[in-house]
């Protein structure tokens, strides 16, 4: 067996007898749904056979974020799809609520471990190892960020430093005297740490010695750009090493050293479908473009048939990795709420950032994507933000070439207005890229 794998008796199984475990769970979550969830018994009215073959499963019609939402105003705070008694639930989160009313979160104490057992497989899977001591600087707070993913990162065996965030002078002190060898944390921190460091003028980045970075909660690390220049900075590897969604689960893709695609870590959790635009399943095959539509296998809280998680992603392999690791790869593409439409061009905010990101001798990088009203848009409206050494002399000649870099990239037009360095601000937290203005 491989030993660079948490879990080598599942992660190294051959397809068929994944799907063989996925078959064995099936049945009793069925059944559970079927007795215990008032939610799906009113949704699914008179469509809920005592038994129901996974294969079937695309007859039931999909489930949204706004059906939750709906279910927990009516129904506060847990909604009626809670199929467990309340005595069960040990752990409360919320989800951020970025896109509309917060979700509340609930689970029992198996919920919390399965949580943490894939969580604690997808960080191992980007390199973090028993005996390295991971500094965790996510907000613990509400949301899973926190405390979540930081019993994930135990579940490897290394040794875990509650951070949180804020405090970045703090923080690097801690790194250096604590002997960190790894940190996890947002792709815009290191920014912040950065901008903090040149302030100070003591250190450079690469002298704190962290060896490895565990990025998650943005899009954008897709981008070899962006990681080639953190690396290079930072002497770390970096790694996309936690991507998923707390209503479903929340850890559960992640790289591994070999690729820069997410394994799909959680086959013996979740049951994956790939939708087109009309909502048709496609075959999890190389090449597959569509949204990400999950059904639980052993969720006892809160249970869900196939909810529609609103991301985009692109399968870029079934067979199996270097890694010794046979789940599928894939990658983000977008957010379907997140992407707009110019002149019928689909145009996604990652790809405006990998665009600008060829050009770092005169882009820093940040930048803000302006949408006035509803659209459709005939343009993109792009601030970029000029590289620190570019003088403003040449900002006009500039903009024109990320216009046209972008075109490159995304197949629509782009009017670039260019922004003194570090003009916007560098959070902690999620940065999003889009601004919306009224029309
Ligand atoms: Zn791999």
């Known amino acids: ?32 749904v079927r007795r215990h969830s008032v939610f799906y018994g009113r949704k699914l009215a008179g469509r809920m056979p005592a038994t129901l073959a996974l294969d079937a499963l695309e007859s039931l019609p999909f489930t949204d974020k ?8 009516a129904d506060s705070p847990f909604g009626d799809y809670i199929a467990c008694p309340p005595g069960a639930v040990v752990r409360l989160h919320r989800t951020s609520g970025t ?24 960080l191992y899977a980007s390199g973090l190892r028993p005996g390295d001591r991971v500094v965790h600087c996510l907000n613990y707070c509400l949301w899973t960020g926190g405390v979540t993913d930081h019993v994930a990162l135990e579940a490897t065996g290394a040794c875990v430093v509650p951070f949180g965030v804020g405090n970045t002078r703090e923080l690097i002190a801690a790194i250096v005297e604590l002997g960190v060898t790894a940190i996890s944390c947002t792709p815009s921190y290191p920014a912040l740490i950065e901008k903090v460091l040149r302030e100070d003028g003591a250190r450079a980045p690469r002298e704190l010695g962290l060896r490895l970075a565990l990025f998650g909660g943005e899009a954008g690390l897709d981008n070899p750009e962006f990681r080639a220049r953190l690396a290079d900075t930072w002497g770390f590897a970096p790694r996309n090493a936690n991507y998923g969604m707390s209503e479903v689960l929340s850890n559960f893709g992640s790289q591994c050293e070999h690729t820069g695609d997410l394994h799909f870590h959680a086959d013996d959790f979740l049951h ?14 190389e090449g597959a473009v569509g949204e990400l539509v999950c059904t639980h296998l052993r969720k006892q809280c809160q249970p869900l048939l196939r ?31 997140d992407m707009f439409v110019v002149r019928g061009v689909n ?15 005169i882009a820093s990088g ?10 459709p848009y005939d343009r993109i409206d792009l601030r970029v933000e000029a590289a620190a050494a570019l003088p403003e002399a ?18 629509a037009g782009a009017v670039v207005t260019m922004l003194a360095p570090e003009t916007l601000p560098r959070t902690a937290g999620k940065t999003s890229w889009i601004e919306r203005r009224p029309a």
């Open 347 to 361: 145009v996604f905010p990652t790809a405006v950032q990998s665009a600008l990101a060829q050009h770092p001798a």
């Open 394 to 411: 040449r900002w006009p000649d500039a903009a024109k070439a990320l216009e046209a870099g972008v075109r490159r990239v995304t197949g």
């Open 1 to 32: 067996m491989p030993d660079g794998l948490l879990h080598p008796e599942f992660e190294s199984l051959i397809p068929a007898a994944r799907l063989a475990v996925q078959r064995s769970l099936w049945p009793a979550q069925w059944d559970h």
């Open 366 to 375: 940040q930048f803000r994507i302006v949408l006035a009203g509803p659209g």
């Open 307 to 337: 909810y529609r998680t609103r991301d985009i992603v692109t399968v870029t392999g079934t067979g199996p990795c270097a890694c010794g690791r046979t789940a599928w790869r894939f990658r983000v593409t977008g957010r379907a709420d």
């Open 66 to 73: 706004d059906e939750l939402r709906d279910s927990q105003a």
């Open 99 to 122: 896109t509309g009313r917060a979700l509340q979160l609930a689970n029992t104490a198996a919920d919390v471990a399965w949580i943490a057992r894939i969580g604690g497989r997808a």
């Open 272 to 285: 994956a479908e790939i939708v087109d635009a009309t909502g048709t399943p496609l075959p999890i095959r």
